[in-house]
């Protein structure tokens, strides 16, 4: 019997020290970035990773599991006035997404990769959405203020009336696709369509899998 434990305790030994541990606080020179996954010591890897604060002034922590963003995260740099939150689950974000850059604040609240809401924002452009989404067509207030006035434009299953001087018809239609995340705007006049125009939303997975990875390369830079 001792004989036995004395065997397998350099087993179990050797298993701890090739387990990668569960919280990695970065910079790691085991953790890397592999064709778009996170993998510690060339094996995907499944944990917390810790951003403490660094030169730039980014901080914040992120879960992973097998390599790809799964669970909460929260990465900011108050300096710059950047904060990004957000909730992945069998990787489709799920809850409340926010994202803070410069002048712009995006807040949404997802679904299983489904947008439901969305309230956005931009401080230079003096533009407001707040918008719910039924079959990615919008329903709310689109704002916009300029040094004149405030003009207000209400929709409704993604199509709002907008109020001119001419004896036309004018409508406006907001929607937005739920695979791509991507804004389409369209003018009508007379029932005719006038101008078309499509617009990345600014955030998806990939452009979240790009602010991680480039955290990851950066704190591996620090002296």
Not at 86 to 108: H, M, P, R, V
Request: glycine share 8%; net charge negative.
């Amino acid at each position: 019997m001792k004989r036995f434990f004395l065997f397998i305790l350099p087993v179990l030994l050797v298993i701890t020290a090739c387990k990668a541990p569960e919280e990695i606080v970065l910079p790691d020179k085991n953790l890397n970035v592999a064709d778009r996954t996170i993998v510690y010591k060339k094996e995907p890897y499944t944990g917390k990773l810790v951003l403490p604060k660094s030169p730039r002034g980014n901080e914040g922590y992120m879960y992973v599991k097998d390599g790809h963003l799964e669970g909460n995260a929260e990465i900011k740099n108050e300096k710059d006035g950047f904060l990004l939150k957000y909730n992945i689950n069998a990787g489709k974000f799920q809850g409340e997404l926010l994202y803070k850059s410069g002048d712009g604040q995006l807040t949404l609240n997802v679904d299983k990769g489904v947008i439901l809401s969305m309230q956005m924002s931009n401080d230079k452009e003096k533009t407001e959405y707040n918008f719910t989404f039924t079959d990615g067509l919008a329903n709310g207030v689109f704002r916009h203020e300029n040094k004149k006035n405030t003009a207000e434009i209400v929709f409704t299953d993604g199509m709002a009336k907008i109020e001119n001087d001419g004896n036309i018809d004018v409508e406006a239609k907001f929607s937005i696709n739920q695979n791509t995340w991507m804004i389409t705007m369209e003018s009508f006049v007379d029932g005719k369509s006038y101008s078309k125009t499509e617009k990345f939303l600014g955030i998806n997975l990939e452009t979240i899998e790009d602010i991680v990875f480039s955290s990851i390369e950066d704190y591996k830079t620090q002296k």
